[in-house]
């Protein structure tokens, strides 16, 4: 459709040491640079007569760490790894909400090749962003599984010699924990990505008040794909500490 600029692939803008820096890319690092100054902010008002704004943050924080806590069933797990989470959550729906920040995929980068692409784009409708924040969550839910339980415990979850079908089922679930990093990566990427074509076409074709609802329901689902994301890493480590047979 003309006027209407769709590309799975990020686009690259320039190369750096002949490494391809990308519009995906590039956001990304936005996104990490808000969270740094975010969290600056966050430490530098701190204190021990807390305000207003102390106070709401102390809550959320609280909230979050005491729901890690009931679902890992350990106060020492917990105050491991909601930090992680939050991190995780926060990168990822500022992530896919800066695609509506005026100037994101409207400002276009003209490239060596005479090409005409946006300067930046929201980082999830990149494949290999969510990949990487799969991978990490993968590597951790592993990790975890293998520390807390130990190593040979651990591996008997899937290798269970006892039994044919327990052989079996074992295989099965080692099976499952490979596919998480599609399931994880592709759950993201998908809706994201289809929400950005959708809010593009809707745009083109009515651009005044019609995409408004639109880029709501974006909003949220925005909110929800970082909520899924981050719950699934949570449950997922939870099953990875338990025992064969809980």
């Known amino acids: 459709m003309e006027g209407i600029h769709v590309s ?28 740094i100054v975010f969290s600056l902010f966050v430490r530098r008002h701190v204190s021990l007569v807390p305000g207003k704004f102390q106070i709401v943050m102390e809550t959320m924080f609280g909230g979050v760490q005491a729901f890690v806590a009931e679902s890992l069933e350990s106060v020492i797990l917990a105050k491991r790894f909601t930090p992680f989470l939050i991190t995780i959550f926060l990168f990822i729906l500022i992530g896919n909400w800066m695609e509506f920040i005026p100037g994101v995929e409207s400002i276009v980068f003209h490239t060596q090749d005479g090409e005409v692409v946006p300067f ?16 990490i969550a993968f ?3 592993e990790t975890t599984g293998i520390m807390v339980l130990g190593i040979r415990k651990y591996a008997g979850k ?10 079996f089922v074992g295989l099965l679930e080692l099976l499952s924990e490979t596919i998480r990093l599609i399931s994880f990566s592709f759950r993201l990427f998908g ?35 970082a909520a899924v994301f981050t719950l699934l890493t949570l449950f997922f480590i939870k099953l990875a500490i338990m025992e064969t047979g809980h």
């Open 120 to 135: 930046l784009r929201a980082i999830n409708t990149d494949l290999n962003i969510p990949l990487a924040l799969a991978i």
């Open 8 to 35: 799975i692939k990020a686009e690259e803008l320039t190369r750096w040491l002949d490494v391809p820096i990308t519009n995906t890319l590039l956001t990304s690092w936005l996104v990490v640079a808000f969270l």
């Open 191 to 225: 809706n994201i990505f289809a929400g950005s074509v959708l809010v593009a076409i809707i745009t083109y074709l009515a651009p005044y008040i019609v995409p408004t609802p639109f880029l709501l329901f974006e909003v949220f689902v925005g909110l929800i794909q």
């Open 139 to 141: 590597i951790t839910i």
């Open 158 to 167: 899937f290798f269970n010699f006892h039994s044919p079908v327990g052989l």
